[in-house]
């Protein structure tokens, strides 16, 4: 079955939302909107901020028995590598933390740190020093990066097929980021393509999914994508192929529950 949760976010109530937001988005380095907080995505650290209409009854959580700090939000980091370069970035942006670092013999050993925020929710950020800690590559794709003629046209035909906001702290001069769910980004890049010439065929370059493969084959065609081959129907899985006016080729999948 594929999955059908993508996120959650935790909802803090607070006592000035726009303090909070820019807490959120200057000190913690969080994408910050009017609907959520989010850092490396929804599926990463994920919150919504609402302003509480008593500022005065702001309740982070009490400590559990036994601790000395109640805990409102908990992230896990991969690596203390990882862990310990995210303290020095919300150190030197003048976060407030609860507790320092601190390594914890059970549970792995354990390490973590712990910043409060302007209305004392304290949110704790650690992990294990896994077993890839030798390793320095994460084992995560963060970019996909479409090569294309008109950045313009390809940024408004991206955002229409995704269903994403264009916004312009995104645009770097010839680079836009779309920042995805998952905490990826497609990157589109216009750079040195004015006189490349388009590949007649290509690969597919990555894959996007769908809940309704009829309806999203119709919208593709609408916004201008060419398709490749057809719906092809299987008995676990319906896919096509879409192809831009710069030759990427991406699939578009949809899983078919109950098989």
Known sequence: MPKQISSSLTVLSVSDVARSRAYYRDVLGFDVTDWWAQRDGLSGLALKLHQSPDPARIYPNPPEPGSELGIDVSAYVDTWAALDSLYEEFKSKGAVFAMEPTIFADGGPWKEFVVED???????????????????????????????????????????????????QDRYRHLHVFRLDNGSE????????????????????????????DQAAKEAQEIGFDI????QRLPQVSFFNIRDEDGNTIMICQEHTGV
């Not at 030798?134 to 990066?145: E, L």
């Open 118 to 168: 302007p209305d004392g929710y304290h949110l704790a950020f650690g992990g294990v020093d896994g077993s890839r800690a030798h390793c320095s590559i994460d084992p995560h794709i963060q970019s996909v990066f479409l090569c294309v003629r008109d950045l313009n046209r390809a940024v408004e035909r991206y955002s229409q097929l995704l269903g994403l906001e264009v916004r312009k």
């Open 186 to 213: 497609l990157m589109l890049d216009s750079n040195g393509m004015e006189d490349v010439p388009i590949a007649e065929k290509g690969p597919v370059l990555f894959k996007l999914s769908t809940y309704d493969i």
């Open 228 to 231: 490749v081959y057809g719906i």
